[in-house]
């Protein structure tokens, strides 16, 4: 198996997996803004479904060739860094942004339109709290006081849930990929192997519900 996808050149540049991936991102993109305005319980549900739930694991299921692909070419130290630069610099970025700009003017909003310094980095969860809880990819803290509230949310940037996920699913390519190339698992192991790391995903998509579409990320790079 490992020899087919290897014969598979799925260059960046040469393929139309990205624009796949730009599509299924932009119904991404637009079903999220109807929760964010609260009005995705007023679409029909197949509406509902294909623009808010179906785009999540087709994404990943089709970037599942791509980091395959990175992670049979590059050594375990080359493809995390390409991994880690693709994903946290653009992460932190959007923290920075939330707490340096648009945090200050929602709480300008709510303040009607005055701004105290003092009173803004003194709200709980402070904007430096809100920095150094969401470095780890995880979201602990998703909301800067309650300045949210304006617009009836409680968190600035919902959407970033999947990067843990995405990183974790990272890290579980690597492993597949490490333990068929390197320590030389008879083939006929494959599937079991794969098989066996699905259930385990299915398992947890029972207990995380939400989360159910993040194995079609590893699914994929061997479908």
Same mark, same amino acid.
């Given at each position: 198996?490992?020899?087919?996808?290897?014969?598979?050149?799925?260059?960046?540049?040469?393929? @139309?997996?990205?624009?796949?991936?730009?599509?299924?991102?932009?119904?991404?993109?637009?079903?999220?803004?109807?929760?964010?305005?609260?009005?995705?319980?007023?679409?029909?549900?197949?509406?509902? %479904?294909?623009?808010?739930? /179906?785009?999540?694991?087709?994404?990943?299921?089709? @970037?599942?060739?791509?980091?395959?692909?990175?992670?049979?070419?590059?050594?375990?130290?080359?493809?995390?860094?390409?991994?880690?630069?693709?994903?946290?610099?653009? %992460?932190?970025?959007? $923290?920075?942004?939330? *707490? *340096?700009?648009?945090?200050? $003017?929602?709480?300008?909003?709510?303040?009607?339109?005055?701004?105290? /310094?003092?009173? %803004?980095?003194?709200?709980?969860?402070?904007?430096?709290?809100?920095?150094?809880?969401?470095?780890?990819?995880?979201?602990? &803290?998703?909301?800067?006081?309650?300045?949210?509230?304006? $617009?009836?949310?409680?968190?600035?940037?919902?959407?970033?849930?999947?990067?843990?996920?995405?990183?974790?699913?990272? *890290?579980? +390519?690597?492993?597949?990929?490490?333990? $068929?190339?390197?320590? &030389?698992? &008879?083939?006929?192991?494959?599937?079991?192997? +794969?098989?066996?790391?699905?259930?385990?995903?299915?398992? *947890?998509?029972?207990?995380?519900?939400?989360?159910?579409?993040?194995?079609?990320? +590893?699914?994929?790079?061997?479908?």
């Amino acid at each position: 198996m490992v020899s087919i996808i290897k014969s598979i050149e799925l260059n960046n540049r040469d393929n @139309s997996l990205n624009l796949l991936r730009l599509i299924f991102a932009t119904f991404v993109l637009i079903g999220h803004s109807f929760v964010v305005m609260s009005e995705s319980n007023y679409l029909p549900y197949f509406i509902n %479904y294909i623009i808010l739930f /179906l785009p999540v694991p087709c994404f990943f299921l089709v @970037s599942g060739y791509l980091i395959a692909a990175s992670a049979l070419k590059n050594d375990l130290k080359t493809f995390f860094k390409k991994r880690f630069a693709r994903i946290y610099p653009a %992460y932190f970025c959007c $923290i920075l942004l939330i *707490v *340096v700009f648009f945090a200050p $003017i929602a709480f300008i909003l709510v303040n009607g339109l005055n701004f105290n /310094l003092n009173d %803004y980095l003194s709200l709980n969860p402070s904007p430096l709290q809100f920095i150094i809880y969401n470095l780890p990819l995880i979201l602990l &803290k998703l909301n800067i006081g309650n300045i949210l509230d304006i $617009i009836n949310q409680n968190n600035w940037n919902p959407s970033t849930w999947t990067l843990i996920f995405e990183f974790g699913s990272y *890290v579980s +390519i690597a492993l597949i990929i490490f333990l $068929i190339t390197k320590l &030389k698992i &008879k083939e006929k192991w494959f599937p079991k192997l +794969i098989l066996l790391m699905h259930i385990g995903l299915i398992l *947890v998509s029972f207990v995380y519900p939400k989360y159910d579409g993040i194995g079609f990320g +590893i699914w994929g790079t061997f479908s």
